[in-house]
């Protein structure tokens, strides 16, 4: 029985043609997934899943493409184009990845989690990143991320473990009184036995994830998907390189936090400090 690839479909995005293209300029070449991930940073089976526009290439992916290609910077100018369509779907896919996962880590740099946030925590963000938006786009906005919550209370809840840098709880989002009560949201979860909250204090200095948010989701069957995340974009880690290498700077950073009852404690020592 000979192998048949799956159909491609290059007209229905930017993602899907620089797939086929990847595939069409690989056979002309005659080298095989297996050849092509020996010439680049990526397995066999993540080439084959960015050949059928189920993964997207990383940063850097697509000049190793044209380096070996000889392409003059084709598939570089190509991942411009995927790169303004991907964050919709890309997050679409993280949320649903969330929803299916058994053990979710999360390092926090910069402010508490989605999964953590108060109501006047999330309306404070909500409103702070869209000083134009309707009261009613931003009340949509903080509903939805505080249905996500649900997945922490309902019968069988992930595994959560949270590193929350010191910045997270220094800084009074929303003034004093609302940070009050989040800051008192984050002891009360410390306390569910299904969730692990230990805080990275400043003394700790430098590390790799200094600055950043990331997420490590873990399926029932032992898959994890990386999820780094900005202001205004996130993006999605399957290849099992990026994904090991993200694990084991979330490791070494844990080994480095505060114990969940000195962590608590801290929470606490930060809260009674803020101003009436």
């Known amino acids: 029985m000979t ?35 020996g010439e680049v940073p990526c397995s066999k089976s993540q080439l084959a899943r960015i050949e059928t526009a189920e993964a997207i290439p990383f940063t850097g992916l697509s000049e190793e493409f044209d380096r070996v290609f000889k392409t003059d910077g084709h598939f570089a100018r ?11 779907e890309q997050y679409r896919r993280h949320m649903e990845i969330e929803a299916r996962a058994v053990i979710i880590r999360e390092y926090a740099g910069l402010l508490v989690p989605g999964l953590l946030q108060t109501r006047e925590y999330a309306y404070a963000l909500f409103r702070a990143t869209a000083p134009k938006a309707s009261e009613e786009d931003i009340l ?3 509903d939805a991320r ?10 069988n809840p992930p595994d959560h473990s949270v590193i929350l840098d010191e910045a997270v709880l220094r800084r009074p989002v929303g003034g004093p009184a609302v940070m009050r009560a989040q800051l008192a949201a984050l002891i009360e979860r410390s306390n569910s036995p299904t969730s692990v909250v230990q805080v990275l204090p400043f003394s700790h200095g430098e590390h790799g994830l200094l600055g950043g948010t990331l997420r490590l989701l873990t399926l029932k069957d032992g898959e994890t998907f990386a999820y780094e995340e900005s202001i205004d974009s996130g993006t999605l880690m399957e ?21 969940p009852v000195e962590s608590a404690a801290f929470i606490r020592s930060v809260m009674e400090a803020l101003p009436a």
Do not use: C
């Not at 505080?146 to 019968?155: D, K």
């Open 3 to 37: 192998f048949e690839p799956n159909e491609l479909t290059p007209h229905r995005s930017a993602r899907h043609f620089y797939g086929a293209d990847l595939r069409r300029l690989r056979m002309l070449a005659g080298i095989s997934l297996a050849t092509l991930a």
């Open 78 to 88: 190509l991942f411009g184009l995927v790169s303004h369509e991907i964050h919709p």
């Open 140 to 142: 949509q906005k903080v």
């Open 146 to 155: 505080l249905t996500r919550q649900a997945l922490l209370r309902g019968e």
């Open 239 to 259: 290849d099992r390189e990026r994904v090991d290498e993200r694990m084991r700077a979330y490791d070494l950073l844990r080994s480095h936090a505060l114990s």
